[in-house]
C-alpha cells in the first residue's frame, strides 16, 4: 500500500526559510518520480518541483527556481523540499506524490496533478508580508 506523509509546513515571515518533507512507504522511492505541488487558497493545484531517476533529473517551475530546492534520501525514503526566500504568494496548502511510470524528464510530471497516481496529505505554508 503506497503512502505519503508530508510535514513541516508553519507560518513564516517573508524572506525565511521552510523544509518540507515527505516520508514514503509501500514502494521502492528510487523507482518513482516523485513530485511537489501546491495549492493556494480558490487556485489550482501547479507542480513546483519534480525528481526522477532516483532524485537525479529535477525540475523546477519558474516560479520556485532559485529558491526552492528539491532532494530526495533513498535510503530514508523521502523527499525534501528547501524553501527559501519565502513569499506570500508562496501561501498554499503544499502536497507530495509519486508516480511509478516515470517520464523522461520530470517537466512532464509538473505539467499537472494527472501526472502522478499517489497523493500525500497537504502541509499548509503560511508566509506573512
Known amino acids: 500500500d503506497v503512502q505519503l506523509q508530508a510535514s513541516g509546513g508553519g507560518l513564516v515571515q517573508a524572506g525565511e526559510s521552510l523544509r518540507l518533507a515527505c516520508k514514503a512507504s509501500g514502494f521502492n522511492f528510487g523507482d518513482y518520480a516523485v513530485g511537489w505541488f501546491r495549492q493556494p487558497p480558490g487556485k489550482e493545484r501547479e507542480g513546483i518541483s519534480c525528481?526522477?531517476?532516483?532524485?537525479?533529473?529535477?525540475f523546477h517551475s519558474d516560479s520556485v527556481k532559485g529558491r526552492f530546492a528539491i532532494s530526495t534520501d533513498n535510503a530514508k525514503n523521502t523527499v525534501y523540499l528547501q524553501m527559501s526566500s519565502l513569499r506570500p504568494e508562496d501561501t498554499a496548502t503544499h502536497y507530495c506524490?509519486?508516480?511509478?511510470?516515470?517520464?523522461?524528464?520530470?517537466?512532464?510530471?509538473?505539467?499537472?496533478?494527472?501526472?502522478?497516481?499517489?497523493w500525500g496529505q497537504g502541509t499548509l505554508v503560511t508566509v506573512s508580508s
Open positions: 506524490a509519486a508516480e511509478p511510470r516515470q517520464q523522461e524528464h520530470p517537466r512532464a510530471h509538473c505539467k499537472g496533478v494527472a501526472w502522478f497516481d499517489h
Open positions: 525528481v526522477t531517476n532516483g532524485g537525479e533529473t529535477i
